[in-house]
């Protein structure tokens, strides 16, 4: 019987999130939440965004990871503020936790 991490896999920003990306940053869930161990059985993180992000990336202990909203890869609908990435098992994971990073556009300048 495979083991599940169940939503120990917590997804949280990087940093407190300011004042000027207090909006940005809507939520964030696995889908489904929970990740078996059996290193082939998969999950989706997404994070929803209020539509000023650009890019989501995520780490995960050393690893990193672009999220994609071009409705490709896992992602349902693109454009829509919610970054997928899609695939995730077990053995991608050298941590229960994970870190959000976004980056928005302003203007012509973009900031993270």
Known sequence: MALALLAAVVALPTTPVGADQQGAFLFSRFDPPAIFRDDHTTTRLEV???????????????????????????????????????????SDLESSFFQLQLHELVGLDQIS
Request: charged content about 20%; proline content about 0%; overall charge negative.
């Open 48 to 90: 929803a965004t209020d539509g000023t992000a650009s890019a989501v990336s995520a780490t995960c202990g050393e690893q990193n990871f672009e999220l994609n909203d071009q409705g490709m890869s896992g992602d349902r609908v693109a454009g829509d503020g919610v970054f997928t990435l899609d695939g995730l098992t077990s």
